[in-house]
Structure formats: C-alpha cells, structure tokens
C-alpha cells in the first residue's frame, strides 16, 4: 500500500481516540449498521480531500464498512492530526509492520508544494481505475480535476502572474507538470460520478461553476444540509473558537474585547461562544439582515475601523478575502491576537503583512507566531492564517461532526448509486434524509420527541412520519 503520513508508530493512541470517537458518532455508527449487509457502496473508489483528524478516521471507516475503496489527504495544511492519520492507515486489523488500512497522504505542517502533491496522490490510483467519487471539503481536489480538464482542453498550462498567489503559483506548477498528451485529468474526470462537499467556501465555488457552465460531474451540496451548516458551522465552531484560543495562547477571554468578523453560522457559533467567556464582542457585517440579527443578540455591530485599536482578539469567520488587512494589523493593541476560523487564510492578508518594511515574525511554538512592527509593538497570529480551531486545536468534538458526516455518507451513498437521477448540477439532500441524520443523534442526548396525532398532522399539513417543515423553512 502506498501513503505517507508523519510517524505510523503513532498508530495505537489513534486508534483508542477512534474507539472513544466511535461512542459520540451516534450517526455513522447507525449508518454502518443499517448498511451492513447492502454495502451500498461496493465498488465506490472515494477520493476523501477532508481534515484528516480522529473524526475523520470514523468517516473513512464508515464509508469501508459500506464497500468503498478510498484515498485520503487533508484538505489544510495544518489540521491532520498525526495519530489518526497513522491509525487510518495500519487499519483496525493491521499492524504497524502490516498496514492493512487506506492510503493517507496527509501530516501536520505539509508544505504548500507537499499539500498539492498529496492531492494529486489521492487522485491517480494505483492502476489508473478510479476515483470514481470525490468527497471534498473547501473543493480543492475538485479544483485540481477542474484546471486539468480545462488546461488539457487548451492545450497549455497558462504562466502565473507576478501577483498571482504563492499557492496559484504551486497549482499551476503542477499542472504542467502533469498536463499532456495523455489528458490524465480528463481521464480523471470521466470516471468521477460525483462529489459531496462539506464546506460553505467549497459549496460556493461548486455554483460558480455550474452557474459558468464549467461544472463537470453532479454535486451532493452537504454543507446546506440544516444538520450540517446548523450544526456543525455553529455549534462546533462554539466549541472549537475557544479550544483553539486557549491551545495557542491560553489568554483569559472574560473581559476582553473581541471582534468577530461575519455573523453567519460561524460568526454565530464564535461570538456565542466568547460572550459565554466573558468577553465583551463586537460583531462587524456587510449583510443587514445578519446585522440586525447580531444586534437583536445583544452584540456592538460596527466596521472594523471603529474598533481596530481597542479589540484584544480578533475572529473573521467570513469565507471571504481581505478582511483583515496589513493596514488594521499595523494599528492594533500590543499583543492582540488575529485569527481566522473560515475555510481559507486570504481573510487575513498575511504576504500584506509579511510585506511592512522591517516587521519581524518569531515564532513563539508551531502555529503560534508574534510579529513585531518597526515601533516595537506585536501582534499575536494563530496558525499562520488559517483555520484556527483545526490548526491549534484539533476542531470540532465527534458528536457535532457525526452529524455532518452522516449527511456525507448519505450524499456518497445517493450519488453512487443513483447517478442517473443526477444530472450535472449542485443538489441539497431531501429534507427527510436531513431529519434522518436529526433523529440519529437524538437518543444518546436523552431526546423524548412528541409525536404528531394524525388530526394535528393534517392541521398543519404534514405527514406524521414527516417532513415536518416546508423547504422555504429557515430554522
Ligand atoms: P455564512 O455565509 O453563513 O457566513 C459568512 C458571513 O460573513 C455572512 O453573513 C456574510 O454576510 C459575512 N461577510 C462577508 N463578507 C464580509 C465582510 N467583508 N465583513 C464582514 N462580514 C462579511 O458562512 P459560514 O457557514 O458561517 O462559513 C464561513 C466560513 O467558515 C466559510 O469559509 C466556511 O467554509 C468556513 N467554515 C469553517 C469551519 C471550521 O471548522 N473552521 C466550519 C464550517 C465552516
């Protein structure tokens, strides 16, 4: 078997996390069970391109139990947690002499040039036969299949821009090394039924694409599953904001001014969280309606311009670019600390950062750095940029992720076997799979849930075995 991952001696302190993982995956573990005997998912080759934690391992597992053949990389260069990624490989009946698991490609602190390198490993199989799936998260390895289609279609790889980005620079790098004759990626691509993608910012670039006519295999949008972005984006992020703060700095939080940038589900999940901290928050939007929300929660609602100069930890949560630039890091509090939980670290400009003339970055342990301005002030930068929660803690606990990765098994599994009830195009799952996933993770929380008399069904105009709410609904 071919992998690469940081040390497999790790293997068996992976494996007792994945046991205890197991018990708070109520989710996966159903799934497993009703799937035993169909295995749905035989002949499935999965390509996984997802944060390859303890969480994660019971998700590759799971889709194995069901018949899958898989390949795993992270999709961040900083989120695998290196006994879970040894654990997956050496398998539940390998050993570390004989690894009898899936082939991981994935460490913590990978290079960009070694985070490409992993993804295109999990793309080419061993005998050219597969993936015949993707399961993304951010859309990545969609990416990649995507340029290669479109380059080979060109006949050229284009040259980047002198302000093209460090990791466009790397991307086409490998893909000229890779487009050709042989049209790898198109070959690639007209084996791949489908892909399931976890993510708001990958769920984002799936209807670009559809929307640009560029789009080459149907998409399972997993994220807008309400028990995933609900759940998963609010309630883990209200958990993992706060692991991933305490990790790097153990700062105290009660009493400290934070800004939380964006008040969507992340940004609700984070300022929630360090208001329970103590924490005086101040929320900053471009959406009205998000707006009003966060001040009908009680929270300052201003720009970030306002508040630049006095907030001692800053969050951005948006998924989009630039929020935080070099000019707001250079006005900041000694020792503020600026972060990102979004999918990808252009929310902080780090290169407009790297770039002041004579700013100087120390690194304090990995992922955590301070980088000090010509005047002698510092700031405090998490994960160099990245998604905090995953790169200075380990992110979200197993029971939220159960249900986000619940949704993922259900996608995998709708869109492998029923390919030909999906065209080209980004669907969501039925709301009935949706309240499947719900009801799952009721009974190991002690949930007595009331049902519907056939009369009260009838009044409100559902069935009593559901969909208890229309698709307009919001929750
Ligand atoms: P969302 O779309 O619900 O929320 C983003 C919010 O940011 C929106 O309300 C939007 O109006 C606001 N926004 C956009 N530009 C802004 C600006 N310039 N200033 C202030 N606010 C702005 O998205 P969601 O689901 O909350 O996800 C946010 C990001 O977090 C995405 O990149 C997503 O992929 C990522 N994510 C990360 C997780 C993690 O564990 N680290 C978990 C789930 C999602």
Excluded at 17 to 45: D, N, S, T
Excluded at 97 to 102: I, L
Excluded at 300 to 328: K, M, P, S, Y
Aim: aromatic share 8%; net charge negative.
């Amino acid at each position: 078997m071919d992998f690469k991952v940081a040390d497999l001696s790790l293997a068996d302190f992976g494996r007792k996390e994945i046991q205890l993982a197991e018990h708070e995956m109520p989710g996966l573990m159903a799934i497993r069970k009703e799937y035993a005997e169909a295995q749905p998912l035989a002949g499935a080759k999965i390509m996984g391109s997802l944060h390859m934690t303890i969480q994660t391992a019971v998700l590759i597992e799971t889709l194995v139990a069901l018949g899958a053949e898989v390949r795993w990389v992270s999709c961040n260069i900083f989120s695998t947690q290196d006994h879970a990624a040894a654990a997956v490989v050496v398998g539940p009946n390998g050993t570390v002499d004989d690894p009898q698991g899936v082939p991981v490609f994935a460490w913590k602190g990978e290079t960009l040039e070694e985070y490409w390198w992993c993804t295109e490993q999990a793309l080419v199989w061993p005998g050219g036969d597969g993936p015949n799936m993707i399961l993304d998260d951010g859309g990545d390895a969609t990416l990649l299949v995507h340029k290669g289609v479109e380059y080979e279609k060109a006949g050229a790889v284009p040259s980047a821009g002198e302000d093209d980005a460090e990791e466009w620079k790397i991307i086409l790098d490998l893909l000229r090394r890779t487009v050709g004759p042989d049209k790898k990626w198109t070959e690639i691509a007209s084996r791949i039924k489908g892909v399931t993608e976890e993510t708001t910012t990958g769920v984002h670039r799936l209807y670009e694409m559809f929307k640009a006519g560029s789009l080459l295999f149907p998409a399972i949008n997993v994220n807008d599953s309400v028990t995933k972005s609900k759940f998963d984006n609010k309630y883990g992020c209200r958990h993992s904001v706060i692991d991933g703060l305490n990790r790097a700095t153990d700062v105290l939080i009660g009493g400290k001014v934070a800004v939380v940038a964006g008040y969507g589900d992340v940004g609700k999940g984070c300022a929630d969280a360090l208001k329970g901290q103590g924490a005086r928050v101040i929320v900053t939007e471009i959406d009205p309606i998000c707006a009003l929300q966060a001040a009908m929660d009680g929270f300052q609602v201003t720009t970030l311009e306002e508040v630049v100069g006095i907030a001692d930890i800053f969050v951005t949560t948006t998924g989009n670019f630039d929020i935080i630039t070099a000019d707001h890091m250079s006005k900041m509090k000694h020792n503020a600390i600026v972060s990102n939980i979004g999918h990808f670290d252009n929310e902080i400009d780090m290169a407009g950062l790297a770039r002041i003339p004579g700013i100087v970055k120390t690194e304090i342990k990995p992922q955590v750095h301070t980088w000090t301005f010509p005047d002698g002030h510092q700031i405090l930068v998490l994960a160099e940029g990245r998604l905090m929660n995953l790169g200075c803690a380990t992110g979200h606990p197993s029971f939220v992720m159960s249900n986000s990765f619940t949704n993922q098994v259900i996608a995998q599994i709708e869109l492998f076997t029923k390919t030909e009830q999906y065209p080209v195009g980004v669907y969501v799952l039925p709301k009935h799979l949706d309240e499947k996933v719900a009801r799952l993770h009721l009974d190991a929380l002690g949930v007595k849930l009331t049902t519907l008399t056939k009369a009260q069904a009838e009044y409100i105009g559902v069935d009593v075995e559901g969909p208890y709410k229309a698709d307009h609904y919001r929750y």
